[in-house]
């Protein structure tokens, strides 16, 4: 997904005189291409994210539309009142983009973990919160926040995720997009975990149910119409998402849930509110923490006895 | 505007700034007066600013990052024609945009940044002033930041930028008053020595008296004319400035004066010329 958003942004770059990349001293390599077309508005802000943010408030405050990327926790959590204050509270059109997020960089500990920032961004008012399940969902989500008045938050993965929608695929921030169709019990996910619940959804199919899995894309905005029409049809749900349980797209829809009168048994998957001390590679948290295709099969199995 | 003419502004700024923090009970007197020379020696001297047209893009931009003087910064702004000064009427008012720091700006214009969250404002002034070089303009840039606000790691880490990416049209102004809110500056962090701290991140260093204003002046116009790297102005300030019993008093920070300390305050805020 990095090089999809490297790809993505230098083309952006050439068509937009408008558009400044930001990054806090990571990608080596990565943004050449961009360095070399738009030298002028490539700016490497060192390690000093907070700096970086409010950089950025004051770039978009003069009219330009600044991107920053850098490792999720140090586009969230460290610079969180930059975030609110020069961005939120100024209107200023940033984007920002977290890469790695989630348990992208799970073998980096928990330092480099983001289980959090869902959470944190969607409270703050104005800002849309947006997690792309693949490539093509995030160089729609670019192009589009770019042309938004408001900022933009999106988490991103690292590198190797899976194609989720078919080529061509029309999908817009605040949209939700059915990957498959079932009418059993429907998985909502967010972001590249989704390739999970697309293996469980498909194994489980050898047992007889069928099993739609939906990308949200966002949590903020939150596609409720999608949802409102999904619980007309089905009420058995499960919420996905490489983050935290507090907070995040689980929370999201239960507090949706909560303001309207459908009768949905929810099961939240997600992370346990604690640190992660055993370390291994994604696929490997992820089994351990009950987040992989087998576990989502046998969640599937447990919500619809 | 002769150092006469600015002197008055400066009088009659201080006495509606007391007349403000007693009727509405705004805080932070110590800190709007021992700003408010260097804010009229900007506003009406300084900056290339138009307020019949508050966004022009080739404007300069003043960031108030010391937020918390805001309540000189609304006189300011209503005296250089911003808003009608009746406006201010409604200073402390529920509702109203003028409470103790500077709204967002879309919320009051002349304001370039809602500020009081120290160590924000500078970081964002920088930003505005890149923009100009990646826009083709030739705005400069001003943040005002107090010697508290130096204790903030982001003032440094703009510093750094800003020199490594040589932004001549930036300026900083310190308003070293001696005091933050709780004690001597150069007692709760190691302040000293600030002229060769700023020095030593790569700024062209001009430290005046920022009470005087032809020093001011001249310090700014050598900071426009300065080339490849960005410049700050350590304004050594009295805190209180102008009324003898709240000098370097650091009570001021908080207190508001009651009736008979702004008649007091009033009597020596005459213009005796």
Not at chain 1, 98 to 118: F, K, M, N, R, V
Not at chain 1, 203 to 230: N, Q
């Amino acid at each position: 997904m990095r090089n999809a958003f490297a790809r993505e942004i230098t083309r952006l770059a050439v068509e937009r005189q408008d558009v400044v990349l930001l990054t806090g001293d990571i990608g080596n390599r990565l943004f050449d291409e961009f360095k070399g077309l738009a030298p002028g508005r490539f700016l490497n802000c060192g390690v000093a994210e907070a700096n970086m943010m409010s950089v950025a408030a004051g770039l978009a405050l003069s009219g330009l539309r600044p991107v920053v990327y850098t490792i999720t926790p140090f586009t969230t959590v460290r610079v969180l009142e930059q975030l609110r204050v020069g961005v939120c509270y100024h209107e200023a059109p940033v984007v920002v983009v977290g890469t790695g997020s989630g348990l992208s960089y799970a073998e980096l500990g928990p330092t480099h973990h983001s289980l959090e920032d869902i959470a944190i961004t969607r409270c703050l008012p104005g800002l849309n919160v947006l997690a792309p399940a693949d490539s093509q969902e995030l160089v729609a989500f670019l192009r589009e926040a770019l042309e938004n008045p408001n900022p933009t938050y999106m988490r991103i993965g690292k590198k190797g995720e899976p194609a989720l929608h078919p080529e061509g695929a029309s999908l817009s921030i605040g949209s939700a997009r059915t990957l498959r169709d079932g009418e059993d019990l429907v998985i909502l996910c967010i972001g590249p975990i989704a390739a999970e619940a697309l293996r469980a959804a498909e194994t489980i199919a050898a047992d007889g149910p069928r099993v739609e899995v939906v990308s949200m894309g966002s949590v903020k905005p939150l596609d409720v119409d999608f949802l409102d029409g999904l619980a007309r049809r089905c009420g058995r749900w499960i919420t996905l998402e490489e983050h935290g349980m507090i907070g995040g797209l689980g929370s999201t829809v239960l507090e949706w849930l909560a303001g309207t009168r459908h009768a949905v048994r929810l099961t939240r998957m997600g992370v346990p509110d604690a640190f992660i001390h055993e370390i291994g590679d994604q696929a490997f948290v992820r089994s351990t923490l009950g987040l992989d295709a087998a576990s989502i099969h046998a969640a599937i199995k447990e919500a619809l006895v | 505007m002769n150092s006469d003419g600015l002197e008055a502004v400066s009088l009659r700024l201080r006495r509606r700034i007391l007349e403000t923090s007693h009727a509405a009970r705004i805080p932070h007197l110590g800190s709007c007066l021992s700003c408010v020379d260097l804010l009229v020696c900007l506003y009406w001297d300084i900056l290339e600013i138009d307020s019949s047209r508050p966004d022009a893009p080739d404007r300069d931009r003043f960031v108030l990052s010391k937020g918390h003087a805001a309540p000189a910064l609304f006189q300011v702004l209503a005296e250089r024609d911003f808003y009608p000064k009746e406006r201010l009427a409604a200073f402390g008012v529920n509702g109203s945009v003028f409470h103790e720091h500077p709204p967002a700006p879309a919320h009051l214009p002349g304001v370039e940044a809602a500020t009081g969250s120290l160590g924000h404002g500078m970081p964002m002034a920088l930003g505005m002033a890149l923009a100009a070089r990646m826009t083709g303009r030739s705005y400069r840039c001003y943040a005002l930041i107090s010697d508290g606000e130096c204790n903030e790691g982001t003032i440094w880490e703009a510093a750094m930028l800003a020199a490594a990416q040589a932004v001549d049209n930036l300026c900083v102004v310190v308003d070293f008053n001696g005091w933050q809110a709780t004690g001597r500056s150069r007692e709760v962090m190691r302040i000293d020595p600030l002229e060769d701290k700023w020095e030593a991140f790569g700024w062209h260093v001009v430290m005046i008296d920022g009470h005087d204003f032809s020093a001011m002046a001249g310090a700014f116009e050598a900071c426009a004319a300065t080339r490849g790297q960005p410049s700050v102005v350590i304004a050594h300030t009295v805190k209180g400035k102008g009324v003898s019993f709240m000098e370097d008093d650091n009570n001021w920070h908080y207190r508001t004066p009651n009736e008979d300390e702004l008649r007091l305050a009033l009597e020596e805020l005459q213009d005796h010329r």
